[in-house]
């Protein structure tokens, strides 16, 4: 048995059964040992950052890692920001990089670069195989790495040497841990802010966004007149009918300085300390009001469900249910708002949907108007790092399969991973993807408008992506993924319903 | 004056008007800079994988820096693979990365990454400026560091305090340093080595590529009666009626070990020793014969122009010219075949043309077929990152308005920068793309092969580029650049005259 095979049988003892991939040279011995050992499966990407993006939402929807391949240091390179999106969902991901054979490394061949210094860059767990003998631990503790609770960047880097030497030996990584309790006088701590009679807010991230540690906190809240919110931006957030309408922390500084107005006590759970997502001249970077006392009732690495489960209990707050709702919306018609947009996605989605929302400013919007659709998963770009809405639905689409996907995007975030169509046409994904084309960089617009400054040509150059139009349809066609354009939101909810009727993916550029 | 307005005085007190750009939030002050100050051309790009490729380029045919403007750390992660190239290159670029303000990056907002720990992977300097009075004398460090012959990655992080503060310091860096001059002594050795009598070869690299030099050096080698090689993938070589003939090293390495056969001495000129690109079982990673003597004549930051021209003085080699090439030929017709599209370009390419080559597998055969061409520029995938023929597309039109750039481009890596089409049809630039559709990675086929390997299914599956087929006319159509598709050499011959004799890029694809 060579390096690789014994890699291939370590992650099938495992139980990782899916690759994304997007190999090169020093991948073939690798590649060669899945072509000979059955029972994974290997989704073929056009560039890295379609590969981690996938991976990453793989997790997000399966809570199991998938593994990546990618070649040498700059193909790891193309995949660091999606990995940088994946860390910050704290998603598990096993990343195997082919590298220069250990001998070669030295001569600086032509594609030789830093990769461990790449690796180390983003990665809570980075190793280099030395020998085909030490592939299978080091495999299996990459595994280990990238499940240990909540989920980790691990990045195991694969000199080609070490894979098709022989002597491979298979390894078989320890179970997932269960994640570390919260203690007793910290949920005894909490329960106590929580009757002191101030202005107090529970602020949930991570796995306490989950549907049943969500609904206790809501629960909590309800009974003790706190106030509740969720990180800025969730990994997967269970929404719709039935469930807990929460909002979460708002993009622009004051409106999250503002979410936190009048709050002297803030509990944590599995989060950290709300900041606003960039520094602004003469505002605060903290969110909570100055002198509010911020208390962690949960780490991101700590048991926050059961300590939400066990904090309701300890307050004696009842089991009650969420406020309905109200009726399922009809479809809308009439101009685009994205209001109308967010009616159409209430109205249409099919039971169990997963959405996926890179829409950026356009869609800061959304949340309360899909409120009464049917249960449903909602997932966000974690990490600010653009161009993973395309990546994820093909991660999400691979991980769930019979669930339709519906890809909120926005046009300029897209163009960073736009082959990820291409993927999507080939594994016929269920994946529905919107492009919201105002044909601009609204965000910079905002963000130059709040910098004081009146943009001028060169400013408004960099911001407008209106000359030439981006045509997504024939984008699209050139990927092999059937799409259409809407201009109202009658022919939006036409094309979306036909879309989620039929199999495979399908893209809708809608002029905003 | 804030900092920003201070790093755009220095970028054009030191000459550096071009900025290939893609903006974040974190940049908005250098921009609104931009925008005030007049006197820098600021060409965006949809993903940060054009720009660092279209700086690479503009630098192979300028000779000067351009500035990149990135945006924290996934975005200059987005760029580092062709800053890969561009260093395999030895081109000189100073990136602008745009970061967290000081006090705002201890928060860990979601888009912090370690930015210093990514620039620090690829560059050879990397500086991150701590207050706005710092960002003038650190921008001038940058490019002296740029600058350095041949040429250098340099990496200034600017956290978005240190450009809006006030307080900036105008810096004018130290004009550009001659090159270090190759001792006296190292050139009598050389000429020692040519007169012995064994057989000999000249390897010739970066600078010792230009048009000078290298017709030194052929005349060096035809004089001694030596061989003349370069390097595997020239950064810009000068080709063509009236240039010298010289081949590189090839790629396979079979070839390439076949290549130094029977050599006992081997003379570096600003280059390293030559290596395989990969190692494969059982086969050497050094390309020259065991026992054969190396002698460096030039590292890549000597001046192995001027010690060519010594050393051809010393040897007292004629100044003879190169032979002729024969007549240009004819356009070719018929089904196509490398020879057929080297020969259509050759027949077809205007005087001075830039030809971007990332043909990869498919271009192997070019070289001798375009031997009687006009003369123009080559330039190569320096250091095996896929996915810069459509960056360097860019960056070499902007940087030589009025030459007609023609980029041999291979299907699979096109799919890393198709963004860089959107660039090329805003800035209006003269790139003709000729898409070689063979429809798979025929690379890694082919290396797949030398690993011993029968492809089965899943091993195939990952190579195949056919289901579905990409659509080149529709992609290109859908950034705004006009494309056809040629089936055979006429075809191709006509599409290749009618793109050269309009304005602005055109596509072809070529199914090969």
């Known amino acids: 048995m060579n390096g690789a095979e014994s890699l291939v049988h370590t992650l099938l003892a495992s139980g990782i059964d899916t690759v994304f991939a997007n190999p090169g040279t020093s991948e073939m011995h690798f590649v060669a040992a899945l072509d000979r050992i059955p029972g994974i499966k290997c ?3 056009l560039d890295e950052t379609v590969v981690t993006g996938a991976a990453d939402a793989y997790y997000r929807v399966t809570g199991r890692p998938a593994a990546t391949l990618l070649h040498c240091g700059p193909g790891f390179a193309n995949g660091i920001a999606n990995l940088h999106n994946a860390r910050r969902a704290r998603s598990g991901v096993v990343n195997i990089v082919g590298d220069q054979a250990t001998y070669h490394r030295p001569l600086d061949a032509p594609l030789t670069a830093d990769t461990e210094g790449l690796a180390h860059a983003i990665s809570a767990f980075t190793c280099r195989s030395t020998s085909s003998a030490e592939v299978g631990r080091d495999a299996a503790r990459a595994i280990e790495a ?6 980790q960047i691990a990045t195991l880097i694969l000199p080609a040497d070490t894979a098709w030497e022989e002597g491979g030996v298979v390894a078989r990584p320890a179970p997932p841990a269960p994640p570390e309790p919260v203690p007793e006088a910290a949920i005894a701590a ?3 802010l929580l009757r002191n009679g101030k202005p107090t807010m529970l602020l949930l991230g991570g796995k306490a966004m989950d549907e049943a540690p969500l609904l206790e906190a809501w ?6 007149g706190a106030k509740l919110l969720l990180e800025r931006s969730p990994a997967r957030l269970p929404r719709g009918r039935g469930r807990v309408p929460a909002e979460r922390i708002p993009y622009p500084v004051d409106q999250g300085i503002a979410a936190f107005a009048g709050i002297e006590q803030l509990i944590l759970v599995n989060t950290q300390n709300p900041v606003s997502f960039f520094a602004y001249p003469g505002k605060q970077g ?3 009001p100055v002198g509010c006392e911020i208390f962690t009732l949960s780490t991101p690495e700590q048991d926050g469900p059961a300590a939400l489960a066990a904090l309701r209990w300890d307050l004696g707050a009842p089991e009650s249910a969420p406020p309905d709702d109200g009726r399922r919306p009809a479809p809308p018609g009439g101009g685009v708002t994205p209001e109308g947009v967010a009616q159409c996605l209430a109205a249409l989605m099919p039971e169990d949907a997963i959405i996926i929302d890179e829409a950026i400013s356009y869609g800061r919007g959304f949340f309360p108007g899909t409120r009464a659709a049917p249960p449903h998963d909602w997932m966000m770009l974690t990490g600010g790092a653009i ?3 395309i990546p994820l639905a093909v991660g999400a689409a691979v991980g769930a399969p019979g669930r339709r996907v519906i890809a909120l995007q926005a046009d300029g975030s897209a163009m960073y991973s736009v082959a990820g169509l291409w993927t999507q046409a080939r594994e016929r994904l269920d994946v529905t993807t919107i492009i919201l084309a105002n044909r601009k960089y609204a ?6 408008a709040g910098v004081g400054a009146n943009p001028g040509r060169t400013a408004l150059d960099m911001m407008e992506l209106s000359n030439p139009v981006l045509d997504w349809c024939q984008l699209a066609g050139g990927m092999g993924v059937p799409a259409a354009q809407a201009g109202t939101l009658e022919e939006l909810g036409a094309l979306l319903a036909e879309s989620i009727a039929r199999k495979g993916p399908f893209l809708i550029e809608l002029l905003v």
Do not use: K, N, S, W
């Not at 629960?219 to 003790?224: D, E, G």
């Open 146 to 151: 990238a499940r240990r609770y909540p989920g």
């Open 219 to 224: 629960r909590i809240t309800q009974h003790a």
């Open 43 to 45: 989704v073929l990407c």
């Open 190 to 192: 909490a329960a106590a």
């Open 286 to 288: 903290h969110l909570e």
């Open 443 to 448: 965000i910079l617009l905002g963000e130059l």
């Open 387 to 389: 161009g993973d809405g």
